[in-house]
């Protein structure tokens, strides 16, 4: 099953109740497993953006101070292209809303009938990437195992052990440390101690010390190699858009 962080933003408590646990129960109909973390405040969202990585938001468009359109087009114009859905009752607001290019609507009256629509419309519109893969061979024979699946690797001298999602053992691997980094680091693997090669798909909070995944595990993380992760982080967000420390 895959994890996937997800923000919700509105200034209304009830909603954001209704709104999370509808997500939730859509998504895992998808076999995606929805952290969903909510905000009443435009700012209060943007400030945790800077140390999680959200797949998904989605915005009231009706908030004091900033509202959630406003907000969509502050986003795109730092090149975050996050994927946004609006929640609104406003249709009048629509066509301005087109222009921060939001993947689906939902109208507060209707969320229980809205969301798993607007949501199964966004999953099928998303492009279908080919799976990348990295081949494993050990005394048990020759196996491919999906990176979106590789949550990091541990190193164990000669001995690597691969981490997989939804896997309480790990699997050995005889290849060096460096060969693995070498190989993965332009797939979005980053070394962020000298014994672990982690995945940032599966990264959910960069401290000083740990990194967090999605499934609460923490890894250690090198103090010397603390700022170099948040910027490599934050390469990968302006490039591809979708991570932001």
Known sequence: MKHWNIAVCDDDRVALNILTGAIVSAFSGHDIEAHVDVFETPKAL??????VHYELIFLDIE??????ITLGRQLRRTNNLIDIIYISNREDLVFDALRVNPRGFIRKSRF?????????AYLDARPKEEKETLLIQNTSGIREVALDELMYIEGAGKIQYVHLAD???PIPLHRRLQELEDELTEKGFFRIHKGYLVNY??????GDTEV????????PLSRRKAQETRNWYMELMQSGGSLVL
């Open 63 to 68: 908030m004091p101070d900033l509202d959630g």
């Open 212 to 219: 967090t995944l999605n499934n609460t595990e923490n890894i």
């Open 201 to 206: 798909r599966f990264i959910r909070h960069i």
């Open 167 to 169: 896997r309480d053992e």
């Open 46 to 51: 943007l400030d945790k953006m800077k140390s």
């Open 112 to 120: 229980l009938q809205d969301v798993p629509g607007v949501i199964s």
